[in-house]
């Protein structure tokens, strides 16, 4: 090969997209939900497949009643496995194998209401830290919160999990020199969404990177909320976001926002990897 085609090709090589060779491989795994999982999954999958970083698959479990013992993802094929599914239980074998995966260090992103799923399955409580509904109470840990710029945990008795009216809001970055959320404002304004609120849990390893406030007038609870958060649990990284509600077609403002396309795909980045490497976008709504 003559030196100029040598350079030519090396600057071309150097020049590829990093998953060019390498994508990171990622899991979405869906099937049943309380929200429009076929939607979500599809709109999650095109952000990750477009984003030059990240192939994604998707594992579908059965509907709802149908044989979960058939349903059995293959976790430890790949970086980081997203949730958006709420539904009925893994089989003892998936569970396992799902454990396993995260233990040994495999990602997992908690998508919404996929922190609603699985109320009575302890480690799976551990990896999200906080989960709402499915009847949640005091048993499953404190209601955990910001009030007056102090982080709360709140052993009191009483439901776990609620949202207030679907309504825009500000997103205020706790954490500022986490790899997901370095570069982000530090207050942003998130399309309208639910706010999750009185979210309970085990909490244990959990870092809350990003609150929003739950006002009374949207029917909230007047404390600082949790938004995006990072647990961990074995040698697994979680990024757990309750942003992006998706539901019937005219009415997903939340997931397309692109404050939520960019924590998402930021996210999924750190718990494959623990770096992010994605600039924070152009669009990235501000203050
Ligand atoms: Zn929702």
């Given amino acids: 090969m003559k030196i100029k085609n040598l350079i030519l090709t090396l600057c071309m090589l150097a020049c590829l997209p990093a998953w060019a060779k390498d994508p990171i491989r990622v899991l979405v795994v869906t099937g049943q939900n ?15 497949n477009q984003s030059d970083l990240f192939k994604a698959d998707v594992a579908i479990s059965p509907p709802e009643k149908g044989n979960m013992e058939i349903f059995k993802p293959k976790f ?9 599914y709420n539904g009925d239980a893994w089989s003892d074998e998936t569970k396992a194998a799902f454990l396993e995966y995260v233990k040994n260090g495999g990602g ?29 109470n005091e048993n499953s840990g404190p209601y955990v919160y910001y009030k007056d710029g102090k982080l709360v945990r709140d052993e009191s008795k009483g439901h776990g999990g609620s949202h207030g009216t679907f309504h825009s809001y500000k997103v205020k ?47 909230g609870t007047d404390r600082d909320e949790p938004v995006l958060m990072t647990i961990s649990w074995g040698k697994g990284r979680i990024f757990h976001t309750v942003l992006g509600h998706a539901g019937a077609s005219l009415s997903n403002s939340a997931i397309e926002c692109p404050g939520f396309i960019a924590t998402f795909l930021r996210g999924t980045e750190w718990a494959a990897t623990g ?5 924070v976008p152009a669009d990235f709504p501000k203050q």
Avoid: M
């Fill in 34 to 48: 309380n929200h429009y999982w076929r939607q979500s999954t599809n709109i999650l999958v095109g952000y990750l």
């Fill in 76 to 84: 430890s094929d790949y970086k980081a496995v997203v949730l958006d």
């Fill in 108 to 136: 997992v992103v908690v998508y919404h209401a996929a922190n609603n799923a699985f109320a009575d399955w302890r480690e799976f409580n551990e990896i999200i830290g906080l989960g709402g509904w499915g009847g949640r």
């Fill in 173 to 219: 970055t706790i954490v500022k020199d986490h790899p997901i959320t370095k570069g982000l404002p530090e207050i942003w304004t998130h399309a309208p969404d639910e706010l999750y609120d009185r979210l309970r849990g085990p909490a244990l390893n959990l870092t809350v990177l990003a609150t929003a406030f739950s006002a009374k007038d949207t029917r």
């Fill in 275 to 279: 770096k992010v490497t994605q600039k």
